[in-house]
């Protein structure tokens, strides 16, 4: 007679039926969210003079910091440069919006270029405010990230006599020459809550200061950030849209997380991950003033597809600031005009 072997018995946790984990349901949309009018405008500055000249046309520095707008650009004949020498002579050139030091603007007309300068409205005003100033012997500090094209420009509108802080720390170590005519500037594109943290230094550092007249820090930043400001309590994850060169998206990010909201960045939607969204019912979505809203609907529906059944739009402010192009490039005065989603709809008068 041959002996049975003994049945194991069934392990409680191999019975036990698998866990489905919680799937996103529903997305809030931050408005305002994506393109501002500065970008707006330096994306059609170089498209028309595409049009109307022909490719290539070149661009110096990323005309504004997104991956998937510049290598749309590119593929329609747009080529990026960061030295003026690999412009070749005669050339088309036009400034990225971030703006560009006098020097730069100087070896341009030199070298005989057709310019065009992309410049965002905006940063012009603070260039044109520390050129006014300069003249009444004013010293600066700016208030901005280093190595940042458009602090490099900002402060490249003079030879000396403007500080460059990053954080209070740098407040304490900056040495103007004179205190009696010392302005602020700042770049346009940073968080407004460390901006007043790092004015507020210098405020107490040098009671005299003068301070700009309006914010520098543009309409489109602010609005973004309030707008996280009122979304990220009502969400458990925040996603932003926007290129790690992107500065006004990567402050987003962080805000949300200085609120204690998981918050991610991403350049498009192959790079989120699954596992974030395990558990996480409410999903905010938002994009930096550079990111076109192509790339939102994507991550949108790769969201859906993880299992969310319901999109809400936030209230938010509606933006309808709109620049004019440079002389040279307005054909018959006429301007895209974009629905809220950012589809183009037609030209406008």
Not at 57 to 81: C, P, Q
Not at 97 to 114: K, L, M, P, T, Y
Not at 221 to 230: C, F, L, M
Request: charged share 25%; with cysteine; hydrophobic share 40%.
């Amino acid at each position: 007679m041959t002996d049975k072997m003994p049945v194991p018995e069934a392990s409680p946790m191999a019975a036990a039926p698998a866990v489905k984990t919680l799937q996103p349901k529903e997305i809030l949309l931050a408005e305002p969210r994506g393109f501002c009018a500065g970008v707006d405008r330096a994306i059609e500055i170089v498209e028309r003079a595409l049009t109307k000249f022909g490719a290539p046309i070149y661009v110096r520095h990323e005309i504004v910091h997104n991956t998937y707008v510049v290598n749309d650009l590119k593929a329609k004949g747009a080529i990026f440069i960061e030295e003026l020498s690999d412009v070749p002579p005669g050339a088309t050139l036009v400034f990225s919006a971030h703006g560009v030091s006098r020097a730069v603007q100087q070896e341009a007309r030199a070298r005989g270029f057709q310019v065009f300068d992309a410049t965002c409205p905006l940063v012009t005003k603070v260039h044109v405010e520390v050129a006014k100033l300069h003249k009444e012997g004013y010293e600066f500090i700016m208030i901005g990230h280093k190595g940042h094209p458009e602090v490099e420009g900002t402060m490249g509108q003079l030879d000396s006599g403007i500080h460059l802080v990053e954080d209070v720390r740098d407040v304490a170590r900056i040495s103007p020459l004179q205190t009696e005519r010392l302005a602020v500037v700042t770049q346009t594109t940073l968080s407004v809550d460390d901006a007043a943290e790092i004015s507020a230094a210098i405020v107490a550092r040098f009671p005299q200061v003068r301070k700009p007249k309006q914010q520098d820090i543009c309409y489109a930043t602010q609005n973004r950030q309030d707008a996280v400001k009122v979304l990220s309590p009502q969400v458990d994850i925040l996603i932003v849209v926007g290129s790690p060169t992107s500065s006004n998206s990567n402050r987003l990010r962080e805000l949300a997380a200085r609120l204690g909201t998981e918050a991610y960045m991403v350049d498009d939607a192959s790079e989120l991950r699954e596992e974030w969204f395990e558990g996480k019912r409410r999903v905010g979505l938002t994009a930096g003033a550079s990111a076109p809203e192509v790339l939102v609907r994507q991550v949108i529906d790769r969201v859906k597809a993880l299992g969310a059944v319901s999109i809400r739009k936030m209230d938010g402010v509606e933006e309808t600031i709109k620049f004019p192009l440079p002389k040279g490039l307005r054909l018959d005065g006429q301007g895209r005009q974009f629905d809220v989603e950012g589809s183009q709809l037609h030209p406008s008068s």
